[in-house]
């Protein structure tokens, strides 16, 4: 008797052609479609409706049952507030990563498997082994950074069907030949919940800002902001200061609402050598203290080699701009040996 495989149909292009492959594999497939976020923002709407009737349609097309998990409640407190917290803290979360650990690969698989699901299957670009996590074979795609916090456990009962494409076109061509509607449709744009509304417009719903001094190396007030909480370490953007070299920012004072820049590139407070990291989470074993490690300080940086000692990275070459609050995750060759969060630079 084959296994029964519920599927995350998010409406897009790689979760339909994760159920379609399935069931060309023989698997009972079951498609579900995950309604985390539903609300509107100024000048957006919230496309779920549509993604909600394309995974719909794609379960009709291909004679499957079809369920809807309604997630919202749990989303709202386990991702959206814990990123409005963590900016509120000065900080730069990644949401994404917190509803991969969260929702997807803990409330969807624990829901699935009581429905009696044997495996969940996403359209993540990743692949797994004997509860291992391994990058994708399109590098370009890869989206391990973002499952760095999920558990070896959960790994064991999940297939990505699409991680042994090499190339989003193949992708694309592949969901074409099996006439799939979703076979254009555009990818998804920024943090699952914001889609194209910026970051900033995102938490002006939520938080109430003031303006306040910008101040440079030398303890000069050279501008003003609008509010401290929208700016990361590193962003050299939107500080309006103008004239001269840019400006890039070093640090905030979230009690004074102040924020500190520099326009000298060397500047010491703008460069890491040693990071350390909380919350951290190893897949399987934890890395040895012996043995380098690459290193990946945020979405697509470029991996650095670093060893491992209790919780701090010691990396082998100092890296501009590292965010307190963003993953640092670990990988050995392709596997992903976990994560931590960045709580402090030096």
């Known amino acids: 008797m084959s296994q029964t495989v519920y599927v995350g149909l998010s409406g897009g292009v790689d979760s339909s052609l994760s159920a379609v492959l399935l069931k060309e594999q023989g698997y009972n497939v079951v498609g579900v479609y995950m309604k985390n976020w539903t609300q509107d923002l100024p000048g957006f709407a919230c496309p779920w409706k549509e993604d909600f009737q394309d995974a719909k349609r794609l379960a009709v097309r291909l004679n499957i049952p079809f369920e809807v998990f309604d997630f919202e409640a749990e989303y709202k407190q386990k991702v959206v507030d814990y990123m409005i917290d963590e900016y509120k803290r000065g900080r730069t979360p990644n949401p994404d990563i917190m509803c991969n650990q969260e929702v997807k690969f803990k409330l969807f698989l624990e829901t699935s498997l009581e429905k009696g699901a044997e495996k969940v299957a996403t359209g993540h670009y990743a692949?797994?082994?004997?509860?291992?996590?391994?990058?994708?074979?399109?590098?370009a795609k890869d989206q391990t950074y973002f499952l760095c916090r999920v558990t070896s456990e959960a790994l064991e009962k999940?297939?990505?069907?699409?991680?042994?494409?090499?190339?989003?076109?193949?992708?694309?061509?592949?969901?074409?030949?099996?006439?799939?509607?979703?076979?254009h449709k555009k990818d998804s744009q920024g943090i699952c919940f914001v889609g194209k509304v910026g970051i900033k417009d995102f938490l002006k719903q939520y938080v109430q800002t003031k303006?306040?001094?910008?101040?440079?190396?030398?303890?000069?007030?050279?501008?003003?902001?609008?509010?401290?909480?929208?700016?990361?370490?590193?962003?050299?953007?939107?500080l309006n200061v103008g004239g001269g070299l840019p400006y890039y920012v070093t640090?905030?004072?979230?009690?004074?609402?102040?924020?500190f820049v520099t326009n000298d590139i060397?500047?010491?407070?703008?460069?890491?050598k040693t990071?350390?990291?909380?919350?951290?989470h190893w897949i399987n074993d934890p890395p040895s203290d012996e043995k380098s490690y690459d290193v990946q300080l945020r979405y697509r940086g470029a991996l650095i080699k670093s060893k491992i000692k209790s919780s701090t990275l010691y990396l082998d070459q100092e890296q501009r701009a590292v965010s307190v609050g963003q993953s640092a995750v670990i990988y050995d060759q392709d596997r992903v040996v976990g994560s931590g969060i960045i709580s402090t630079t030096q």
Not at 131 to 139: C, D, I
Not at 212 to 230: A, L, M, T, V, Y
Not at 251 to 259: A, I, L, P, T, W
């Open 127 to 139: 692949r797994t082994s004997t509860g291992q996590l391994l990058k994708a074979v399109n590098s």
């Open 158 to 183: 999940t297939i990505f069907p699409i991680g042994e494409f090499a190339t989003k076109d193949e992708v694309r061509a592949m969901a074409e030949r099996f006439g799939l509607d979703t076979a």
């Open 211 to 238: 303006s306040g001094p910008i101040i440079d190396q030398n303890g000069r007030q050279i501008g003003e902001h609008d509010g401290s909480i929208f700016y990361t370490i590193g962003q050299r953007h939107g």
């Open 251 to 259: 640090g905030k004072d979230m009690d004074e609402n102040k924020v």
């Open 266 to 272: 060397n500047d010491s407070s703008l460069w890491s």
């Open 275 to 280: 990071v350390g990291l909380e919350s951290i």
